[in-house]
């Protein structure tokens, strides 16, 4: 094992307020292997219940890259991701491969607006210790948890004690295989009342 500390995230609190719209909007930036996104709008369709929709809409992180720590700085990408949402987008989460940090962190396998509209996760530290070809599978599953738990700070969860809940904060790989691809019951609740809170404000929004 590395003897980097590991960090899941930590959800960015300046995220603005999603317009209660329509799809989930899964969006691969660069080289992302389609078995990998596919597994993610599938994850994110069954926990979310929304619709969900797969589109490409920036082509690099680069602008992220801190060139003295050589990794990408995720809430500048949460940040160009929030600025290009199509209309009709309830939530958007961007896939990318890059190793991102925030400054506080050595790094994070992903970053989300608190209660926003914009979530990114990688594949880079949910390889370890997997190696080259070994199981796409458990990169798919890993995967897909961490993206189901950054969108789920966008409809403002928070960090969950339960550790085989989706909204656990993992400090490790071991963490994330540790936890179910479930919200536990609590919330599970408070997702249901914040979908409820967005499909209102939607129908007094002017269309
Ligand atoms: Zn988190
Ligand atoms: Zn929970």
Do not use: W
């Not at 939530?91 to 994070?108: A, C, N, Q, R, Y």
């Amino acid at each position: 094992m590395d003897k980097t500390a590991s960090f899941e995230d930590a959800a960015d609190l300046g995220g603005r307020s999603s317009a209660g719209a329509d799809a989930i909007l899964v969006s691969p930036i660069g080289p992302i292997d389609s078995v990998l996104s596919e597994a993610v709008c599938r994850e994110v369709q069954r926990i979310f219940g929304a619709r969900v929709r797969q589109e490409p809409l920036l082509s690099s992180v680069e602008f992220a890259l801190d060139l003295e720590r050589r990794q990408y700085h995720s809430t500048r990408i949460l940040e160009h991701l929030a600025k290009r949402v199509p209309p009709s987008t309830l939530k958007i989460i961007g896939i990318v491969s890059v190793d991102l940090f925030i400054p506080i962190l050595t790094h994070v396998y992903g970053e989300a607006q608190l209660g926003g509209i914009a979530a990114v996760v990688s594949t880079f530290r949910l390889l370890e210790p997997l190696g080259p070809v070994k199981a796409k599978a458990d990169l798919a599953s890993r995967l897909g948890k961490e993206a189901a738990h950054e969108l789920g700070h966008t409809f403002k969860l928070r960090h969950c004690p339960n550790p085989t809940c989706i909204m656990h904060y993992c400090r490790s790989l071991r963490d994330v295989d540790m936890k179910s691809l479930k919200l536990c019951p609590y919330c599970r609740v408070l997702l249901e009342d914040e979908k409820k809170r967005l499909a209102k404000q939607k129908l007094r929004q002017p269309q």
